[in-house]
């Protein structure tokens, strides 16, 4: 996923790329918590999964900050919010 996000990336589609690169990041932050084995119950959020690592010490808060920025770009493409690339 995350190469097929940075090709319509490339290609100026950065709400498709956003919205690819949200769904990995949630992916991995799920695996994560599967491997320390905090996975919340029910249906966790992006926020929920950071939290847990959070919690079990795995991020530190400048990692936690870094999935907060990550998670609010892939919100703002998932709401067709119009964002500029980064230089």
Not at 8 to 30: N, P, S
Not at 55 to 82: E, F, K, T, W, Y
């Amino acid at each position: 996923l995350l190469d097929q996000a940075q090709t319509l990336i490339v290609d100026q589609q950065f709400i498709a790329g956003g919205m690819l690169c949200r769904a990995v990041l949630e992916e991995h932050l799920r695996k994560m918590c599967i491997k320390q084995e905090v996975l919340p119950t029910g249906r966790p959020t992006i926020s929920t999964l950071k939290q847990a690592l959070v919690s079990a010490q795995v991020l530190n808060p400048i990692h936690a900050r870094d999935v907060d920025s990550m998670a609010a770009r892939g919100n703002q493409c998932a709401h067709a919010q119009p964002i500029e690339p980064e230089e």
